[in-house]
């Protein structure tokens, strides 16, 4: 089991940043894919950014490629997600998740944080 508990969200301008961040426990943090997914009001929840445990490839959504970065230190069971240039449209409830490299599903959730862009 891994238990996964996100920070760092709050209240910014557009056009501001933010860092949210993952921290894990439970089953050793590697070698899980971490993930970052974010559901608004009325929409379903979508996937934002991932990074691998070997060679920490990333992946990201078109909508955040060149605005967010998506980093982890496995010495400190952590993921971050580095929020540039955030929009009104961004704002949602942010979850962090872990999956097996080998698992297609993420099967680990975290209970969200609140990120909300002012216009």
């Known amino acids: 089991q891994v238990h996964l508990v996100e920070s760092g969200g709050g209240l910014v301008q557009a056009g501001g940043s933010l860092r949210l961040s993952c921290t894990a426990s439970?089953?050793?943090?590697?070698?899980?894919?971490m993930g970052w997914f974010r559901q608004a009001p009325g929409k379903e929840r979508e996937f934002v950014a991932s990074?691998?445990?070997?060679?920490?490839?990333?992946d990201y959504a078109d909508s955040v490629k060149g605005r967010f970065t998506i980093s982890r230190d496995n010495a400190k069971n952590t993921v971050y997600l580095q929020m540039n240039s955030l929009k009104p449209e961004e704002t949602a409830v942010y979850y962090c998740?872990?999956?097996?490299?080998?698992?297609?599903?993420?099967?680990?959730w975290g209970q969200g944080t609140q990120v909300t862009v002012s216009s």
């Open positions: 439970g089953r050793t943090f590697s070698p899980y894919t």
């Open positions: 998740a872990a999956k097996p490299a080998w698992r297609d599903v993420y099967n680990y």
């Open positions: 990074i691998t445990d070997n060679f920490g490839r990333t």
